[in-house]
């Protein structure tokens, strides 16, 4: 039986995208001569390729396929991190094929090879997603291992859902070994205390073994791998860190050391670079778009009330460095002196509440307008072009609040701070400090430039509604 994230299933994927990537160009050799004719483009009323070139770009698509880690279950798991590799997998392999055909094959048509792409990636796309679905729908595992979680303290016990609500993995989680038996009342099925550990991976098969002790049980990591050295198991040790999930923690080699990085960036070199690249793009065309709503609104906010059109504030960005952030002028030029006015004191654990209000004495009559449509936001375009911040992101905060947040709330800073995020979008100023970080964290966990594009598409929709915008 074929089983996802198999290295059979790996292989099968090869000769699937190699196929299909043949039958994408048999497809736009077909179809050619009927596509419509663009200026500077030879008319063709017959296309006939050389044979080479029917074994050299399916070659070529799944040796870039394999350098760029596609058929890697690690970097596959998701469908949004199994999408975006494949498309820069695509991109990549595309840009070679290109380079071969100006040095060999000048003739090949242009238009031939835009279609032969486009049909490509949708057919490699699109037989992944079938796939995914058929094993959703038919609930198929992956190759089955029987894992034994050493440890069933809060570690292991966060390791064992997981496993569980990800069964269609083929990760059978057996059971546990812990010293303290009591835990079998807690509805754990406990095998065992950890010196059992060696009868009980002959008694019940077990491939892997995940040691997720706390930090003062390490000293029995060692000879636990003493224990089942000569046995066919594998033995992962999950750190006693689980709380620092969020910033992504990975292993390094440092100077041909191995070692645990507890703040690796939550974006990869290549996420952040097509991040800066969407923003700097996207943030461009938008500037010369709204440049006309720029200069009336500020013509609007001179006549309405004395001060300045832009604001400037000092606002916390990513990895919590300190910038200052446009916006258009929507209060009264001492609106700081009256911040006491509109913070509260959570009344069950003391934290600090801010929150905005719709009787803010502090706002203007046009900043009342620009706040509820979300205009007064527009010159922080300026601030992405910078670098300062994103277009999509948790929303930059305060230096002063900051000092209040508490140390888990402090992780939304692990990525570029943005215009417009994910609780902006699911609830807005509605929404109080203490309740929106955890929308932030979502963001963190789970970015991908897809996620961006969803909200960027959202956000419109939201600001129309004008809900918790005041």
């Not at 996802?4 to 050619?32: K, P, Q």
């Not at 916390?316 to 030029?333: A, C, D, S, W, Y």
């Amino acid at each position: 039986m074929l089983r996802r994230f198999s290295v059979n299933f790996a292989i099968f994927s090869m000769v699937i995208d190699a196929c299909l990537t043949l039958f994408a160009l048999y497809l736009a050799v077909i179809i050619r001569p009927f596509l419509p004719q663009f200026p500077y483009l030879v008319p063709v009323d017959q296309i006939t390729l050389s044979q080479a070139l029917y074994f050299i770009v399916p070659a070529v698509w799944v040796f870039t396929f394999l350098l760029s880690s596609v058929y890697d279950p690690k970097r596959i798991y998701k469908v949004t991190d199994e999408a975006q590799t494949i498309v820069i997998a695509e991109a990549l392999a595309a840009l070679v094929c290109a380079g071969i055909l100006y040095l060999g094959f000048r003739e090949f048509s242009r238009w031939l090879f835009a279609t032969f792409v486009v049909f490509n990636i949708t057919f490699i796309l699109g037989w992944r997603f079938l796939f995914r679905i058929s094993y959703r729908l038919w609930k198929q595992p992956s190759r089955e291992r029987r894992v034994l979680v050493v440890g069933a303290g809060k570690t292991g016990r966060s390791v064992g859902q997981m496993m569980q609500e990800q069964d269609w993995m083929g990760l059978n989680l057996v059971g546990y070994l812990d010293d303290d038996t009591h835990k079998q009342k807690e509805g754990l099925d406990i095998l065992g205390t950890v010196s059992d550990i060696r009868a009980v991976v002959k008694k019940h098969n077990i491939q892997d073994v995940v040691v997720a002790l706390p930090q003062r049980a390490y000293g029995q990591i060692n000879k636990l791998t003493i224990t089942l050295h000569d046995l066919p198991v594998h033995v992962r040790v999950v750190p006693d860190y689980f709380s620092l999930a969020l910033y992504r923690a990975s292993v390094d080699d440092f100077g041909g050391i191995p070692m645990i990085n507890l703040r690796d960036p939550a974006l990869n070199d290549v996420q952040r670079l097509v991040k800066r690249i969407f923003d700097l793009v996207f943030g461009s065309i938008s500037v010369l778009c709204l440049l006309p709503i720029l200069l009336v609104i500020g013509l609007l906010i001179k006549f309405d009330s004395k001060g300045p059109v832009i604001f400037r504030q000092e606002r916390v960005g990513e990895n919590g460095r300190i910038f200052r952030m446009f916006k258009f002028r929507t209060m009264v030029p001492d609106a700081d002196s009256h911040r006491e006015e509109i913070t509260e004191i959570n009344p069950t654990n003391g934290q600090l509440l801010f929150k905005k209000r719709r009787d803010d004495p502090r706002v203007t009559r046009i900043g009342r307008f620009l706040r509820r449509t979300s205009l007064d936001e527009i010159p922080q375009l300026l601030n992405v072009l910078l670098g300062d911040m994103s277009l999509v992101g948790p929303r930059p905060e305060l230096p002063w609040l900051v000092d209040q947040y508490e140390p888990w709330q402090r992780k939304r800073f692990a990525v570029p701070q943005g215009m417009t995020g994910w609780w902006q979008v699911n609830g807005r100023s509605d929404k109080p400090l203490h309740l929106h970080t955890e929308d932030d964290l979502y963001y963190v966990q789970n970015y991908s430039i897809w996620m961006d594009i969803y909200i960027l598409l959202k956000t419109p929709w939201v600001v129309l509604r004008g809900k918790g915008a005041y």
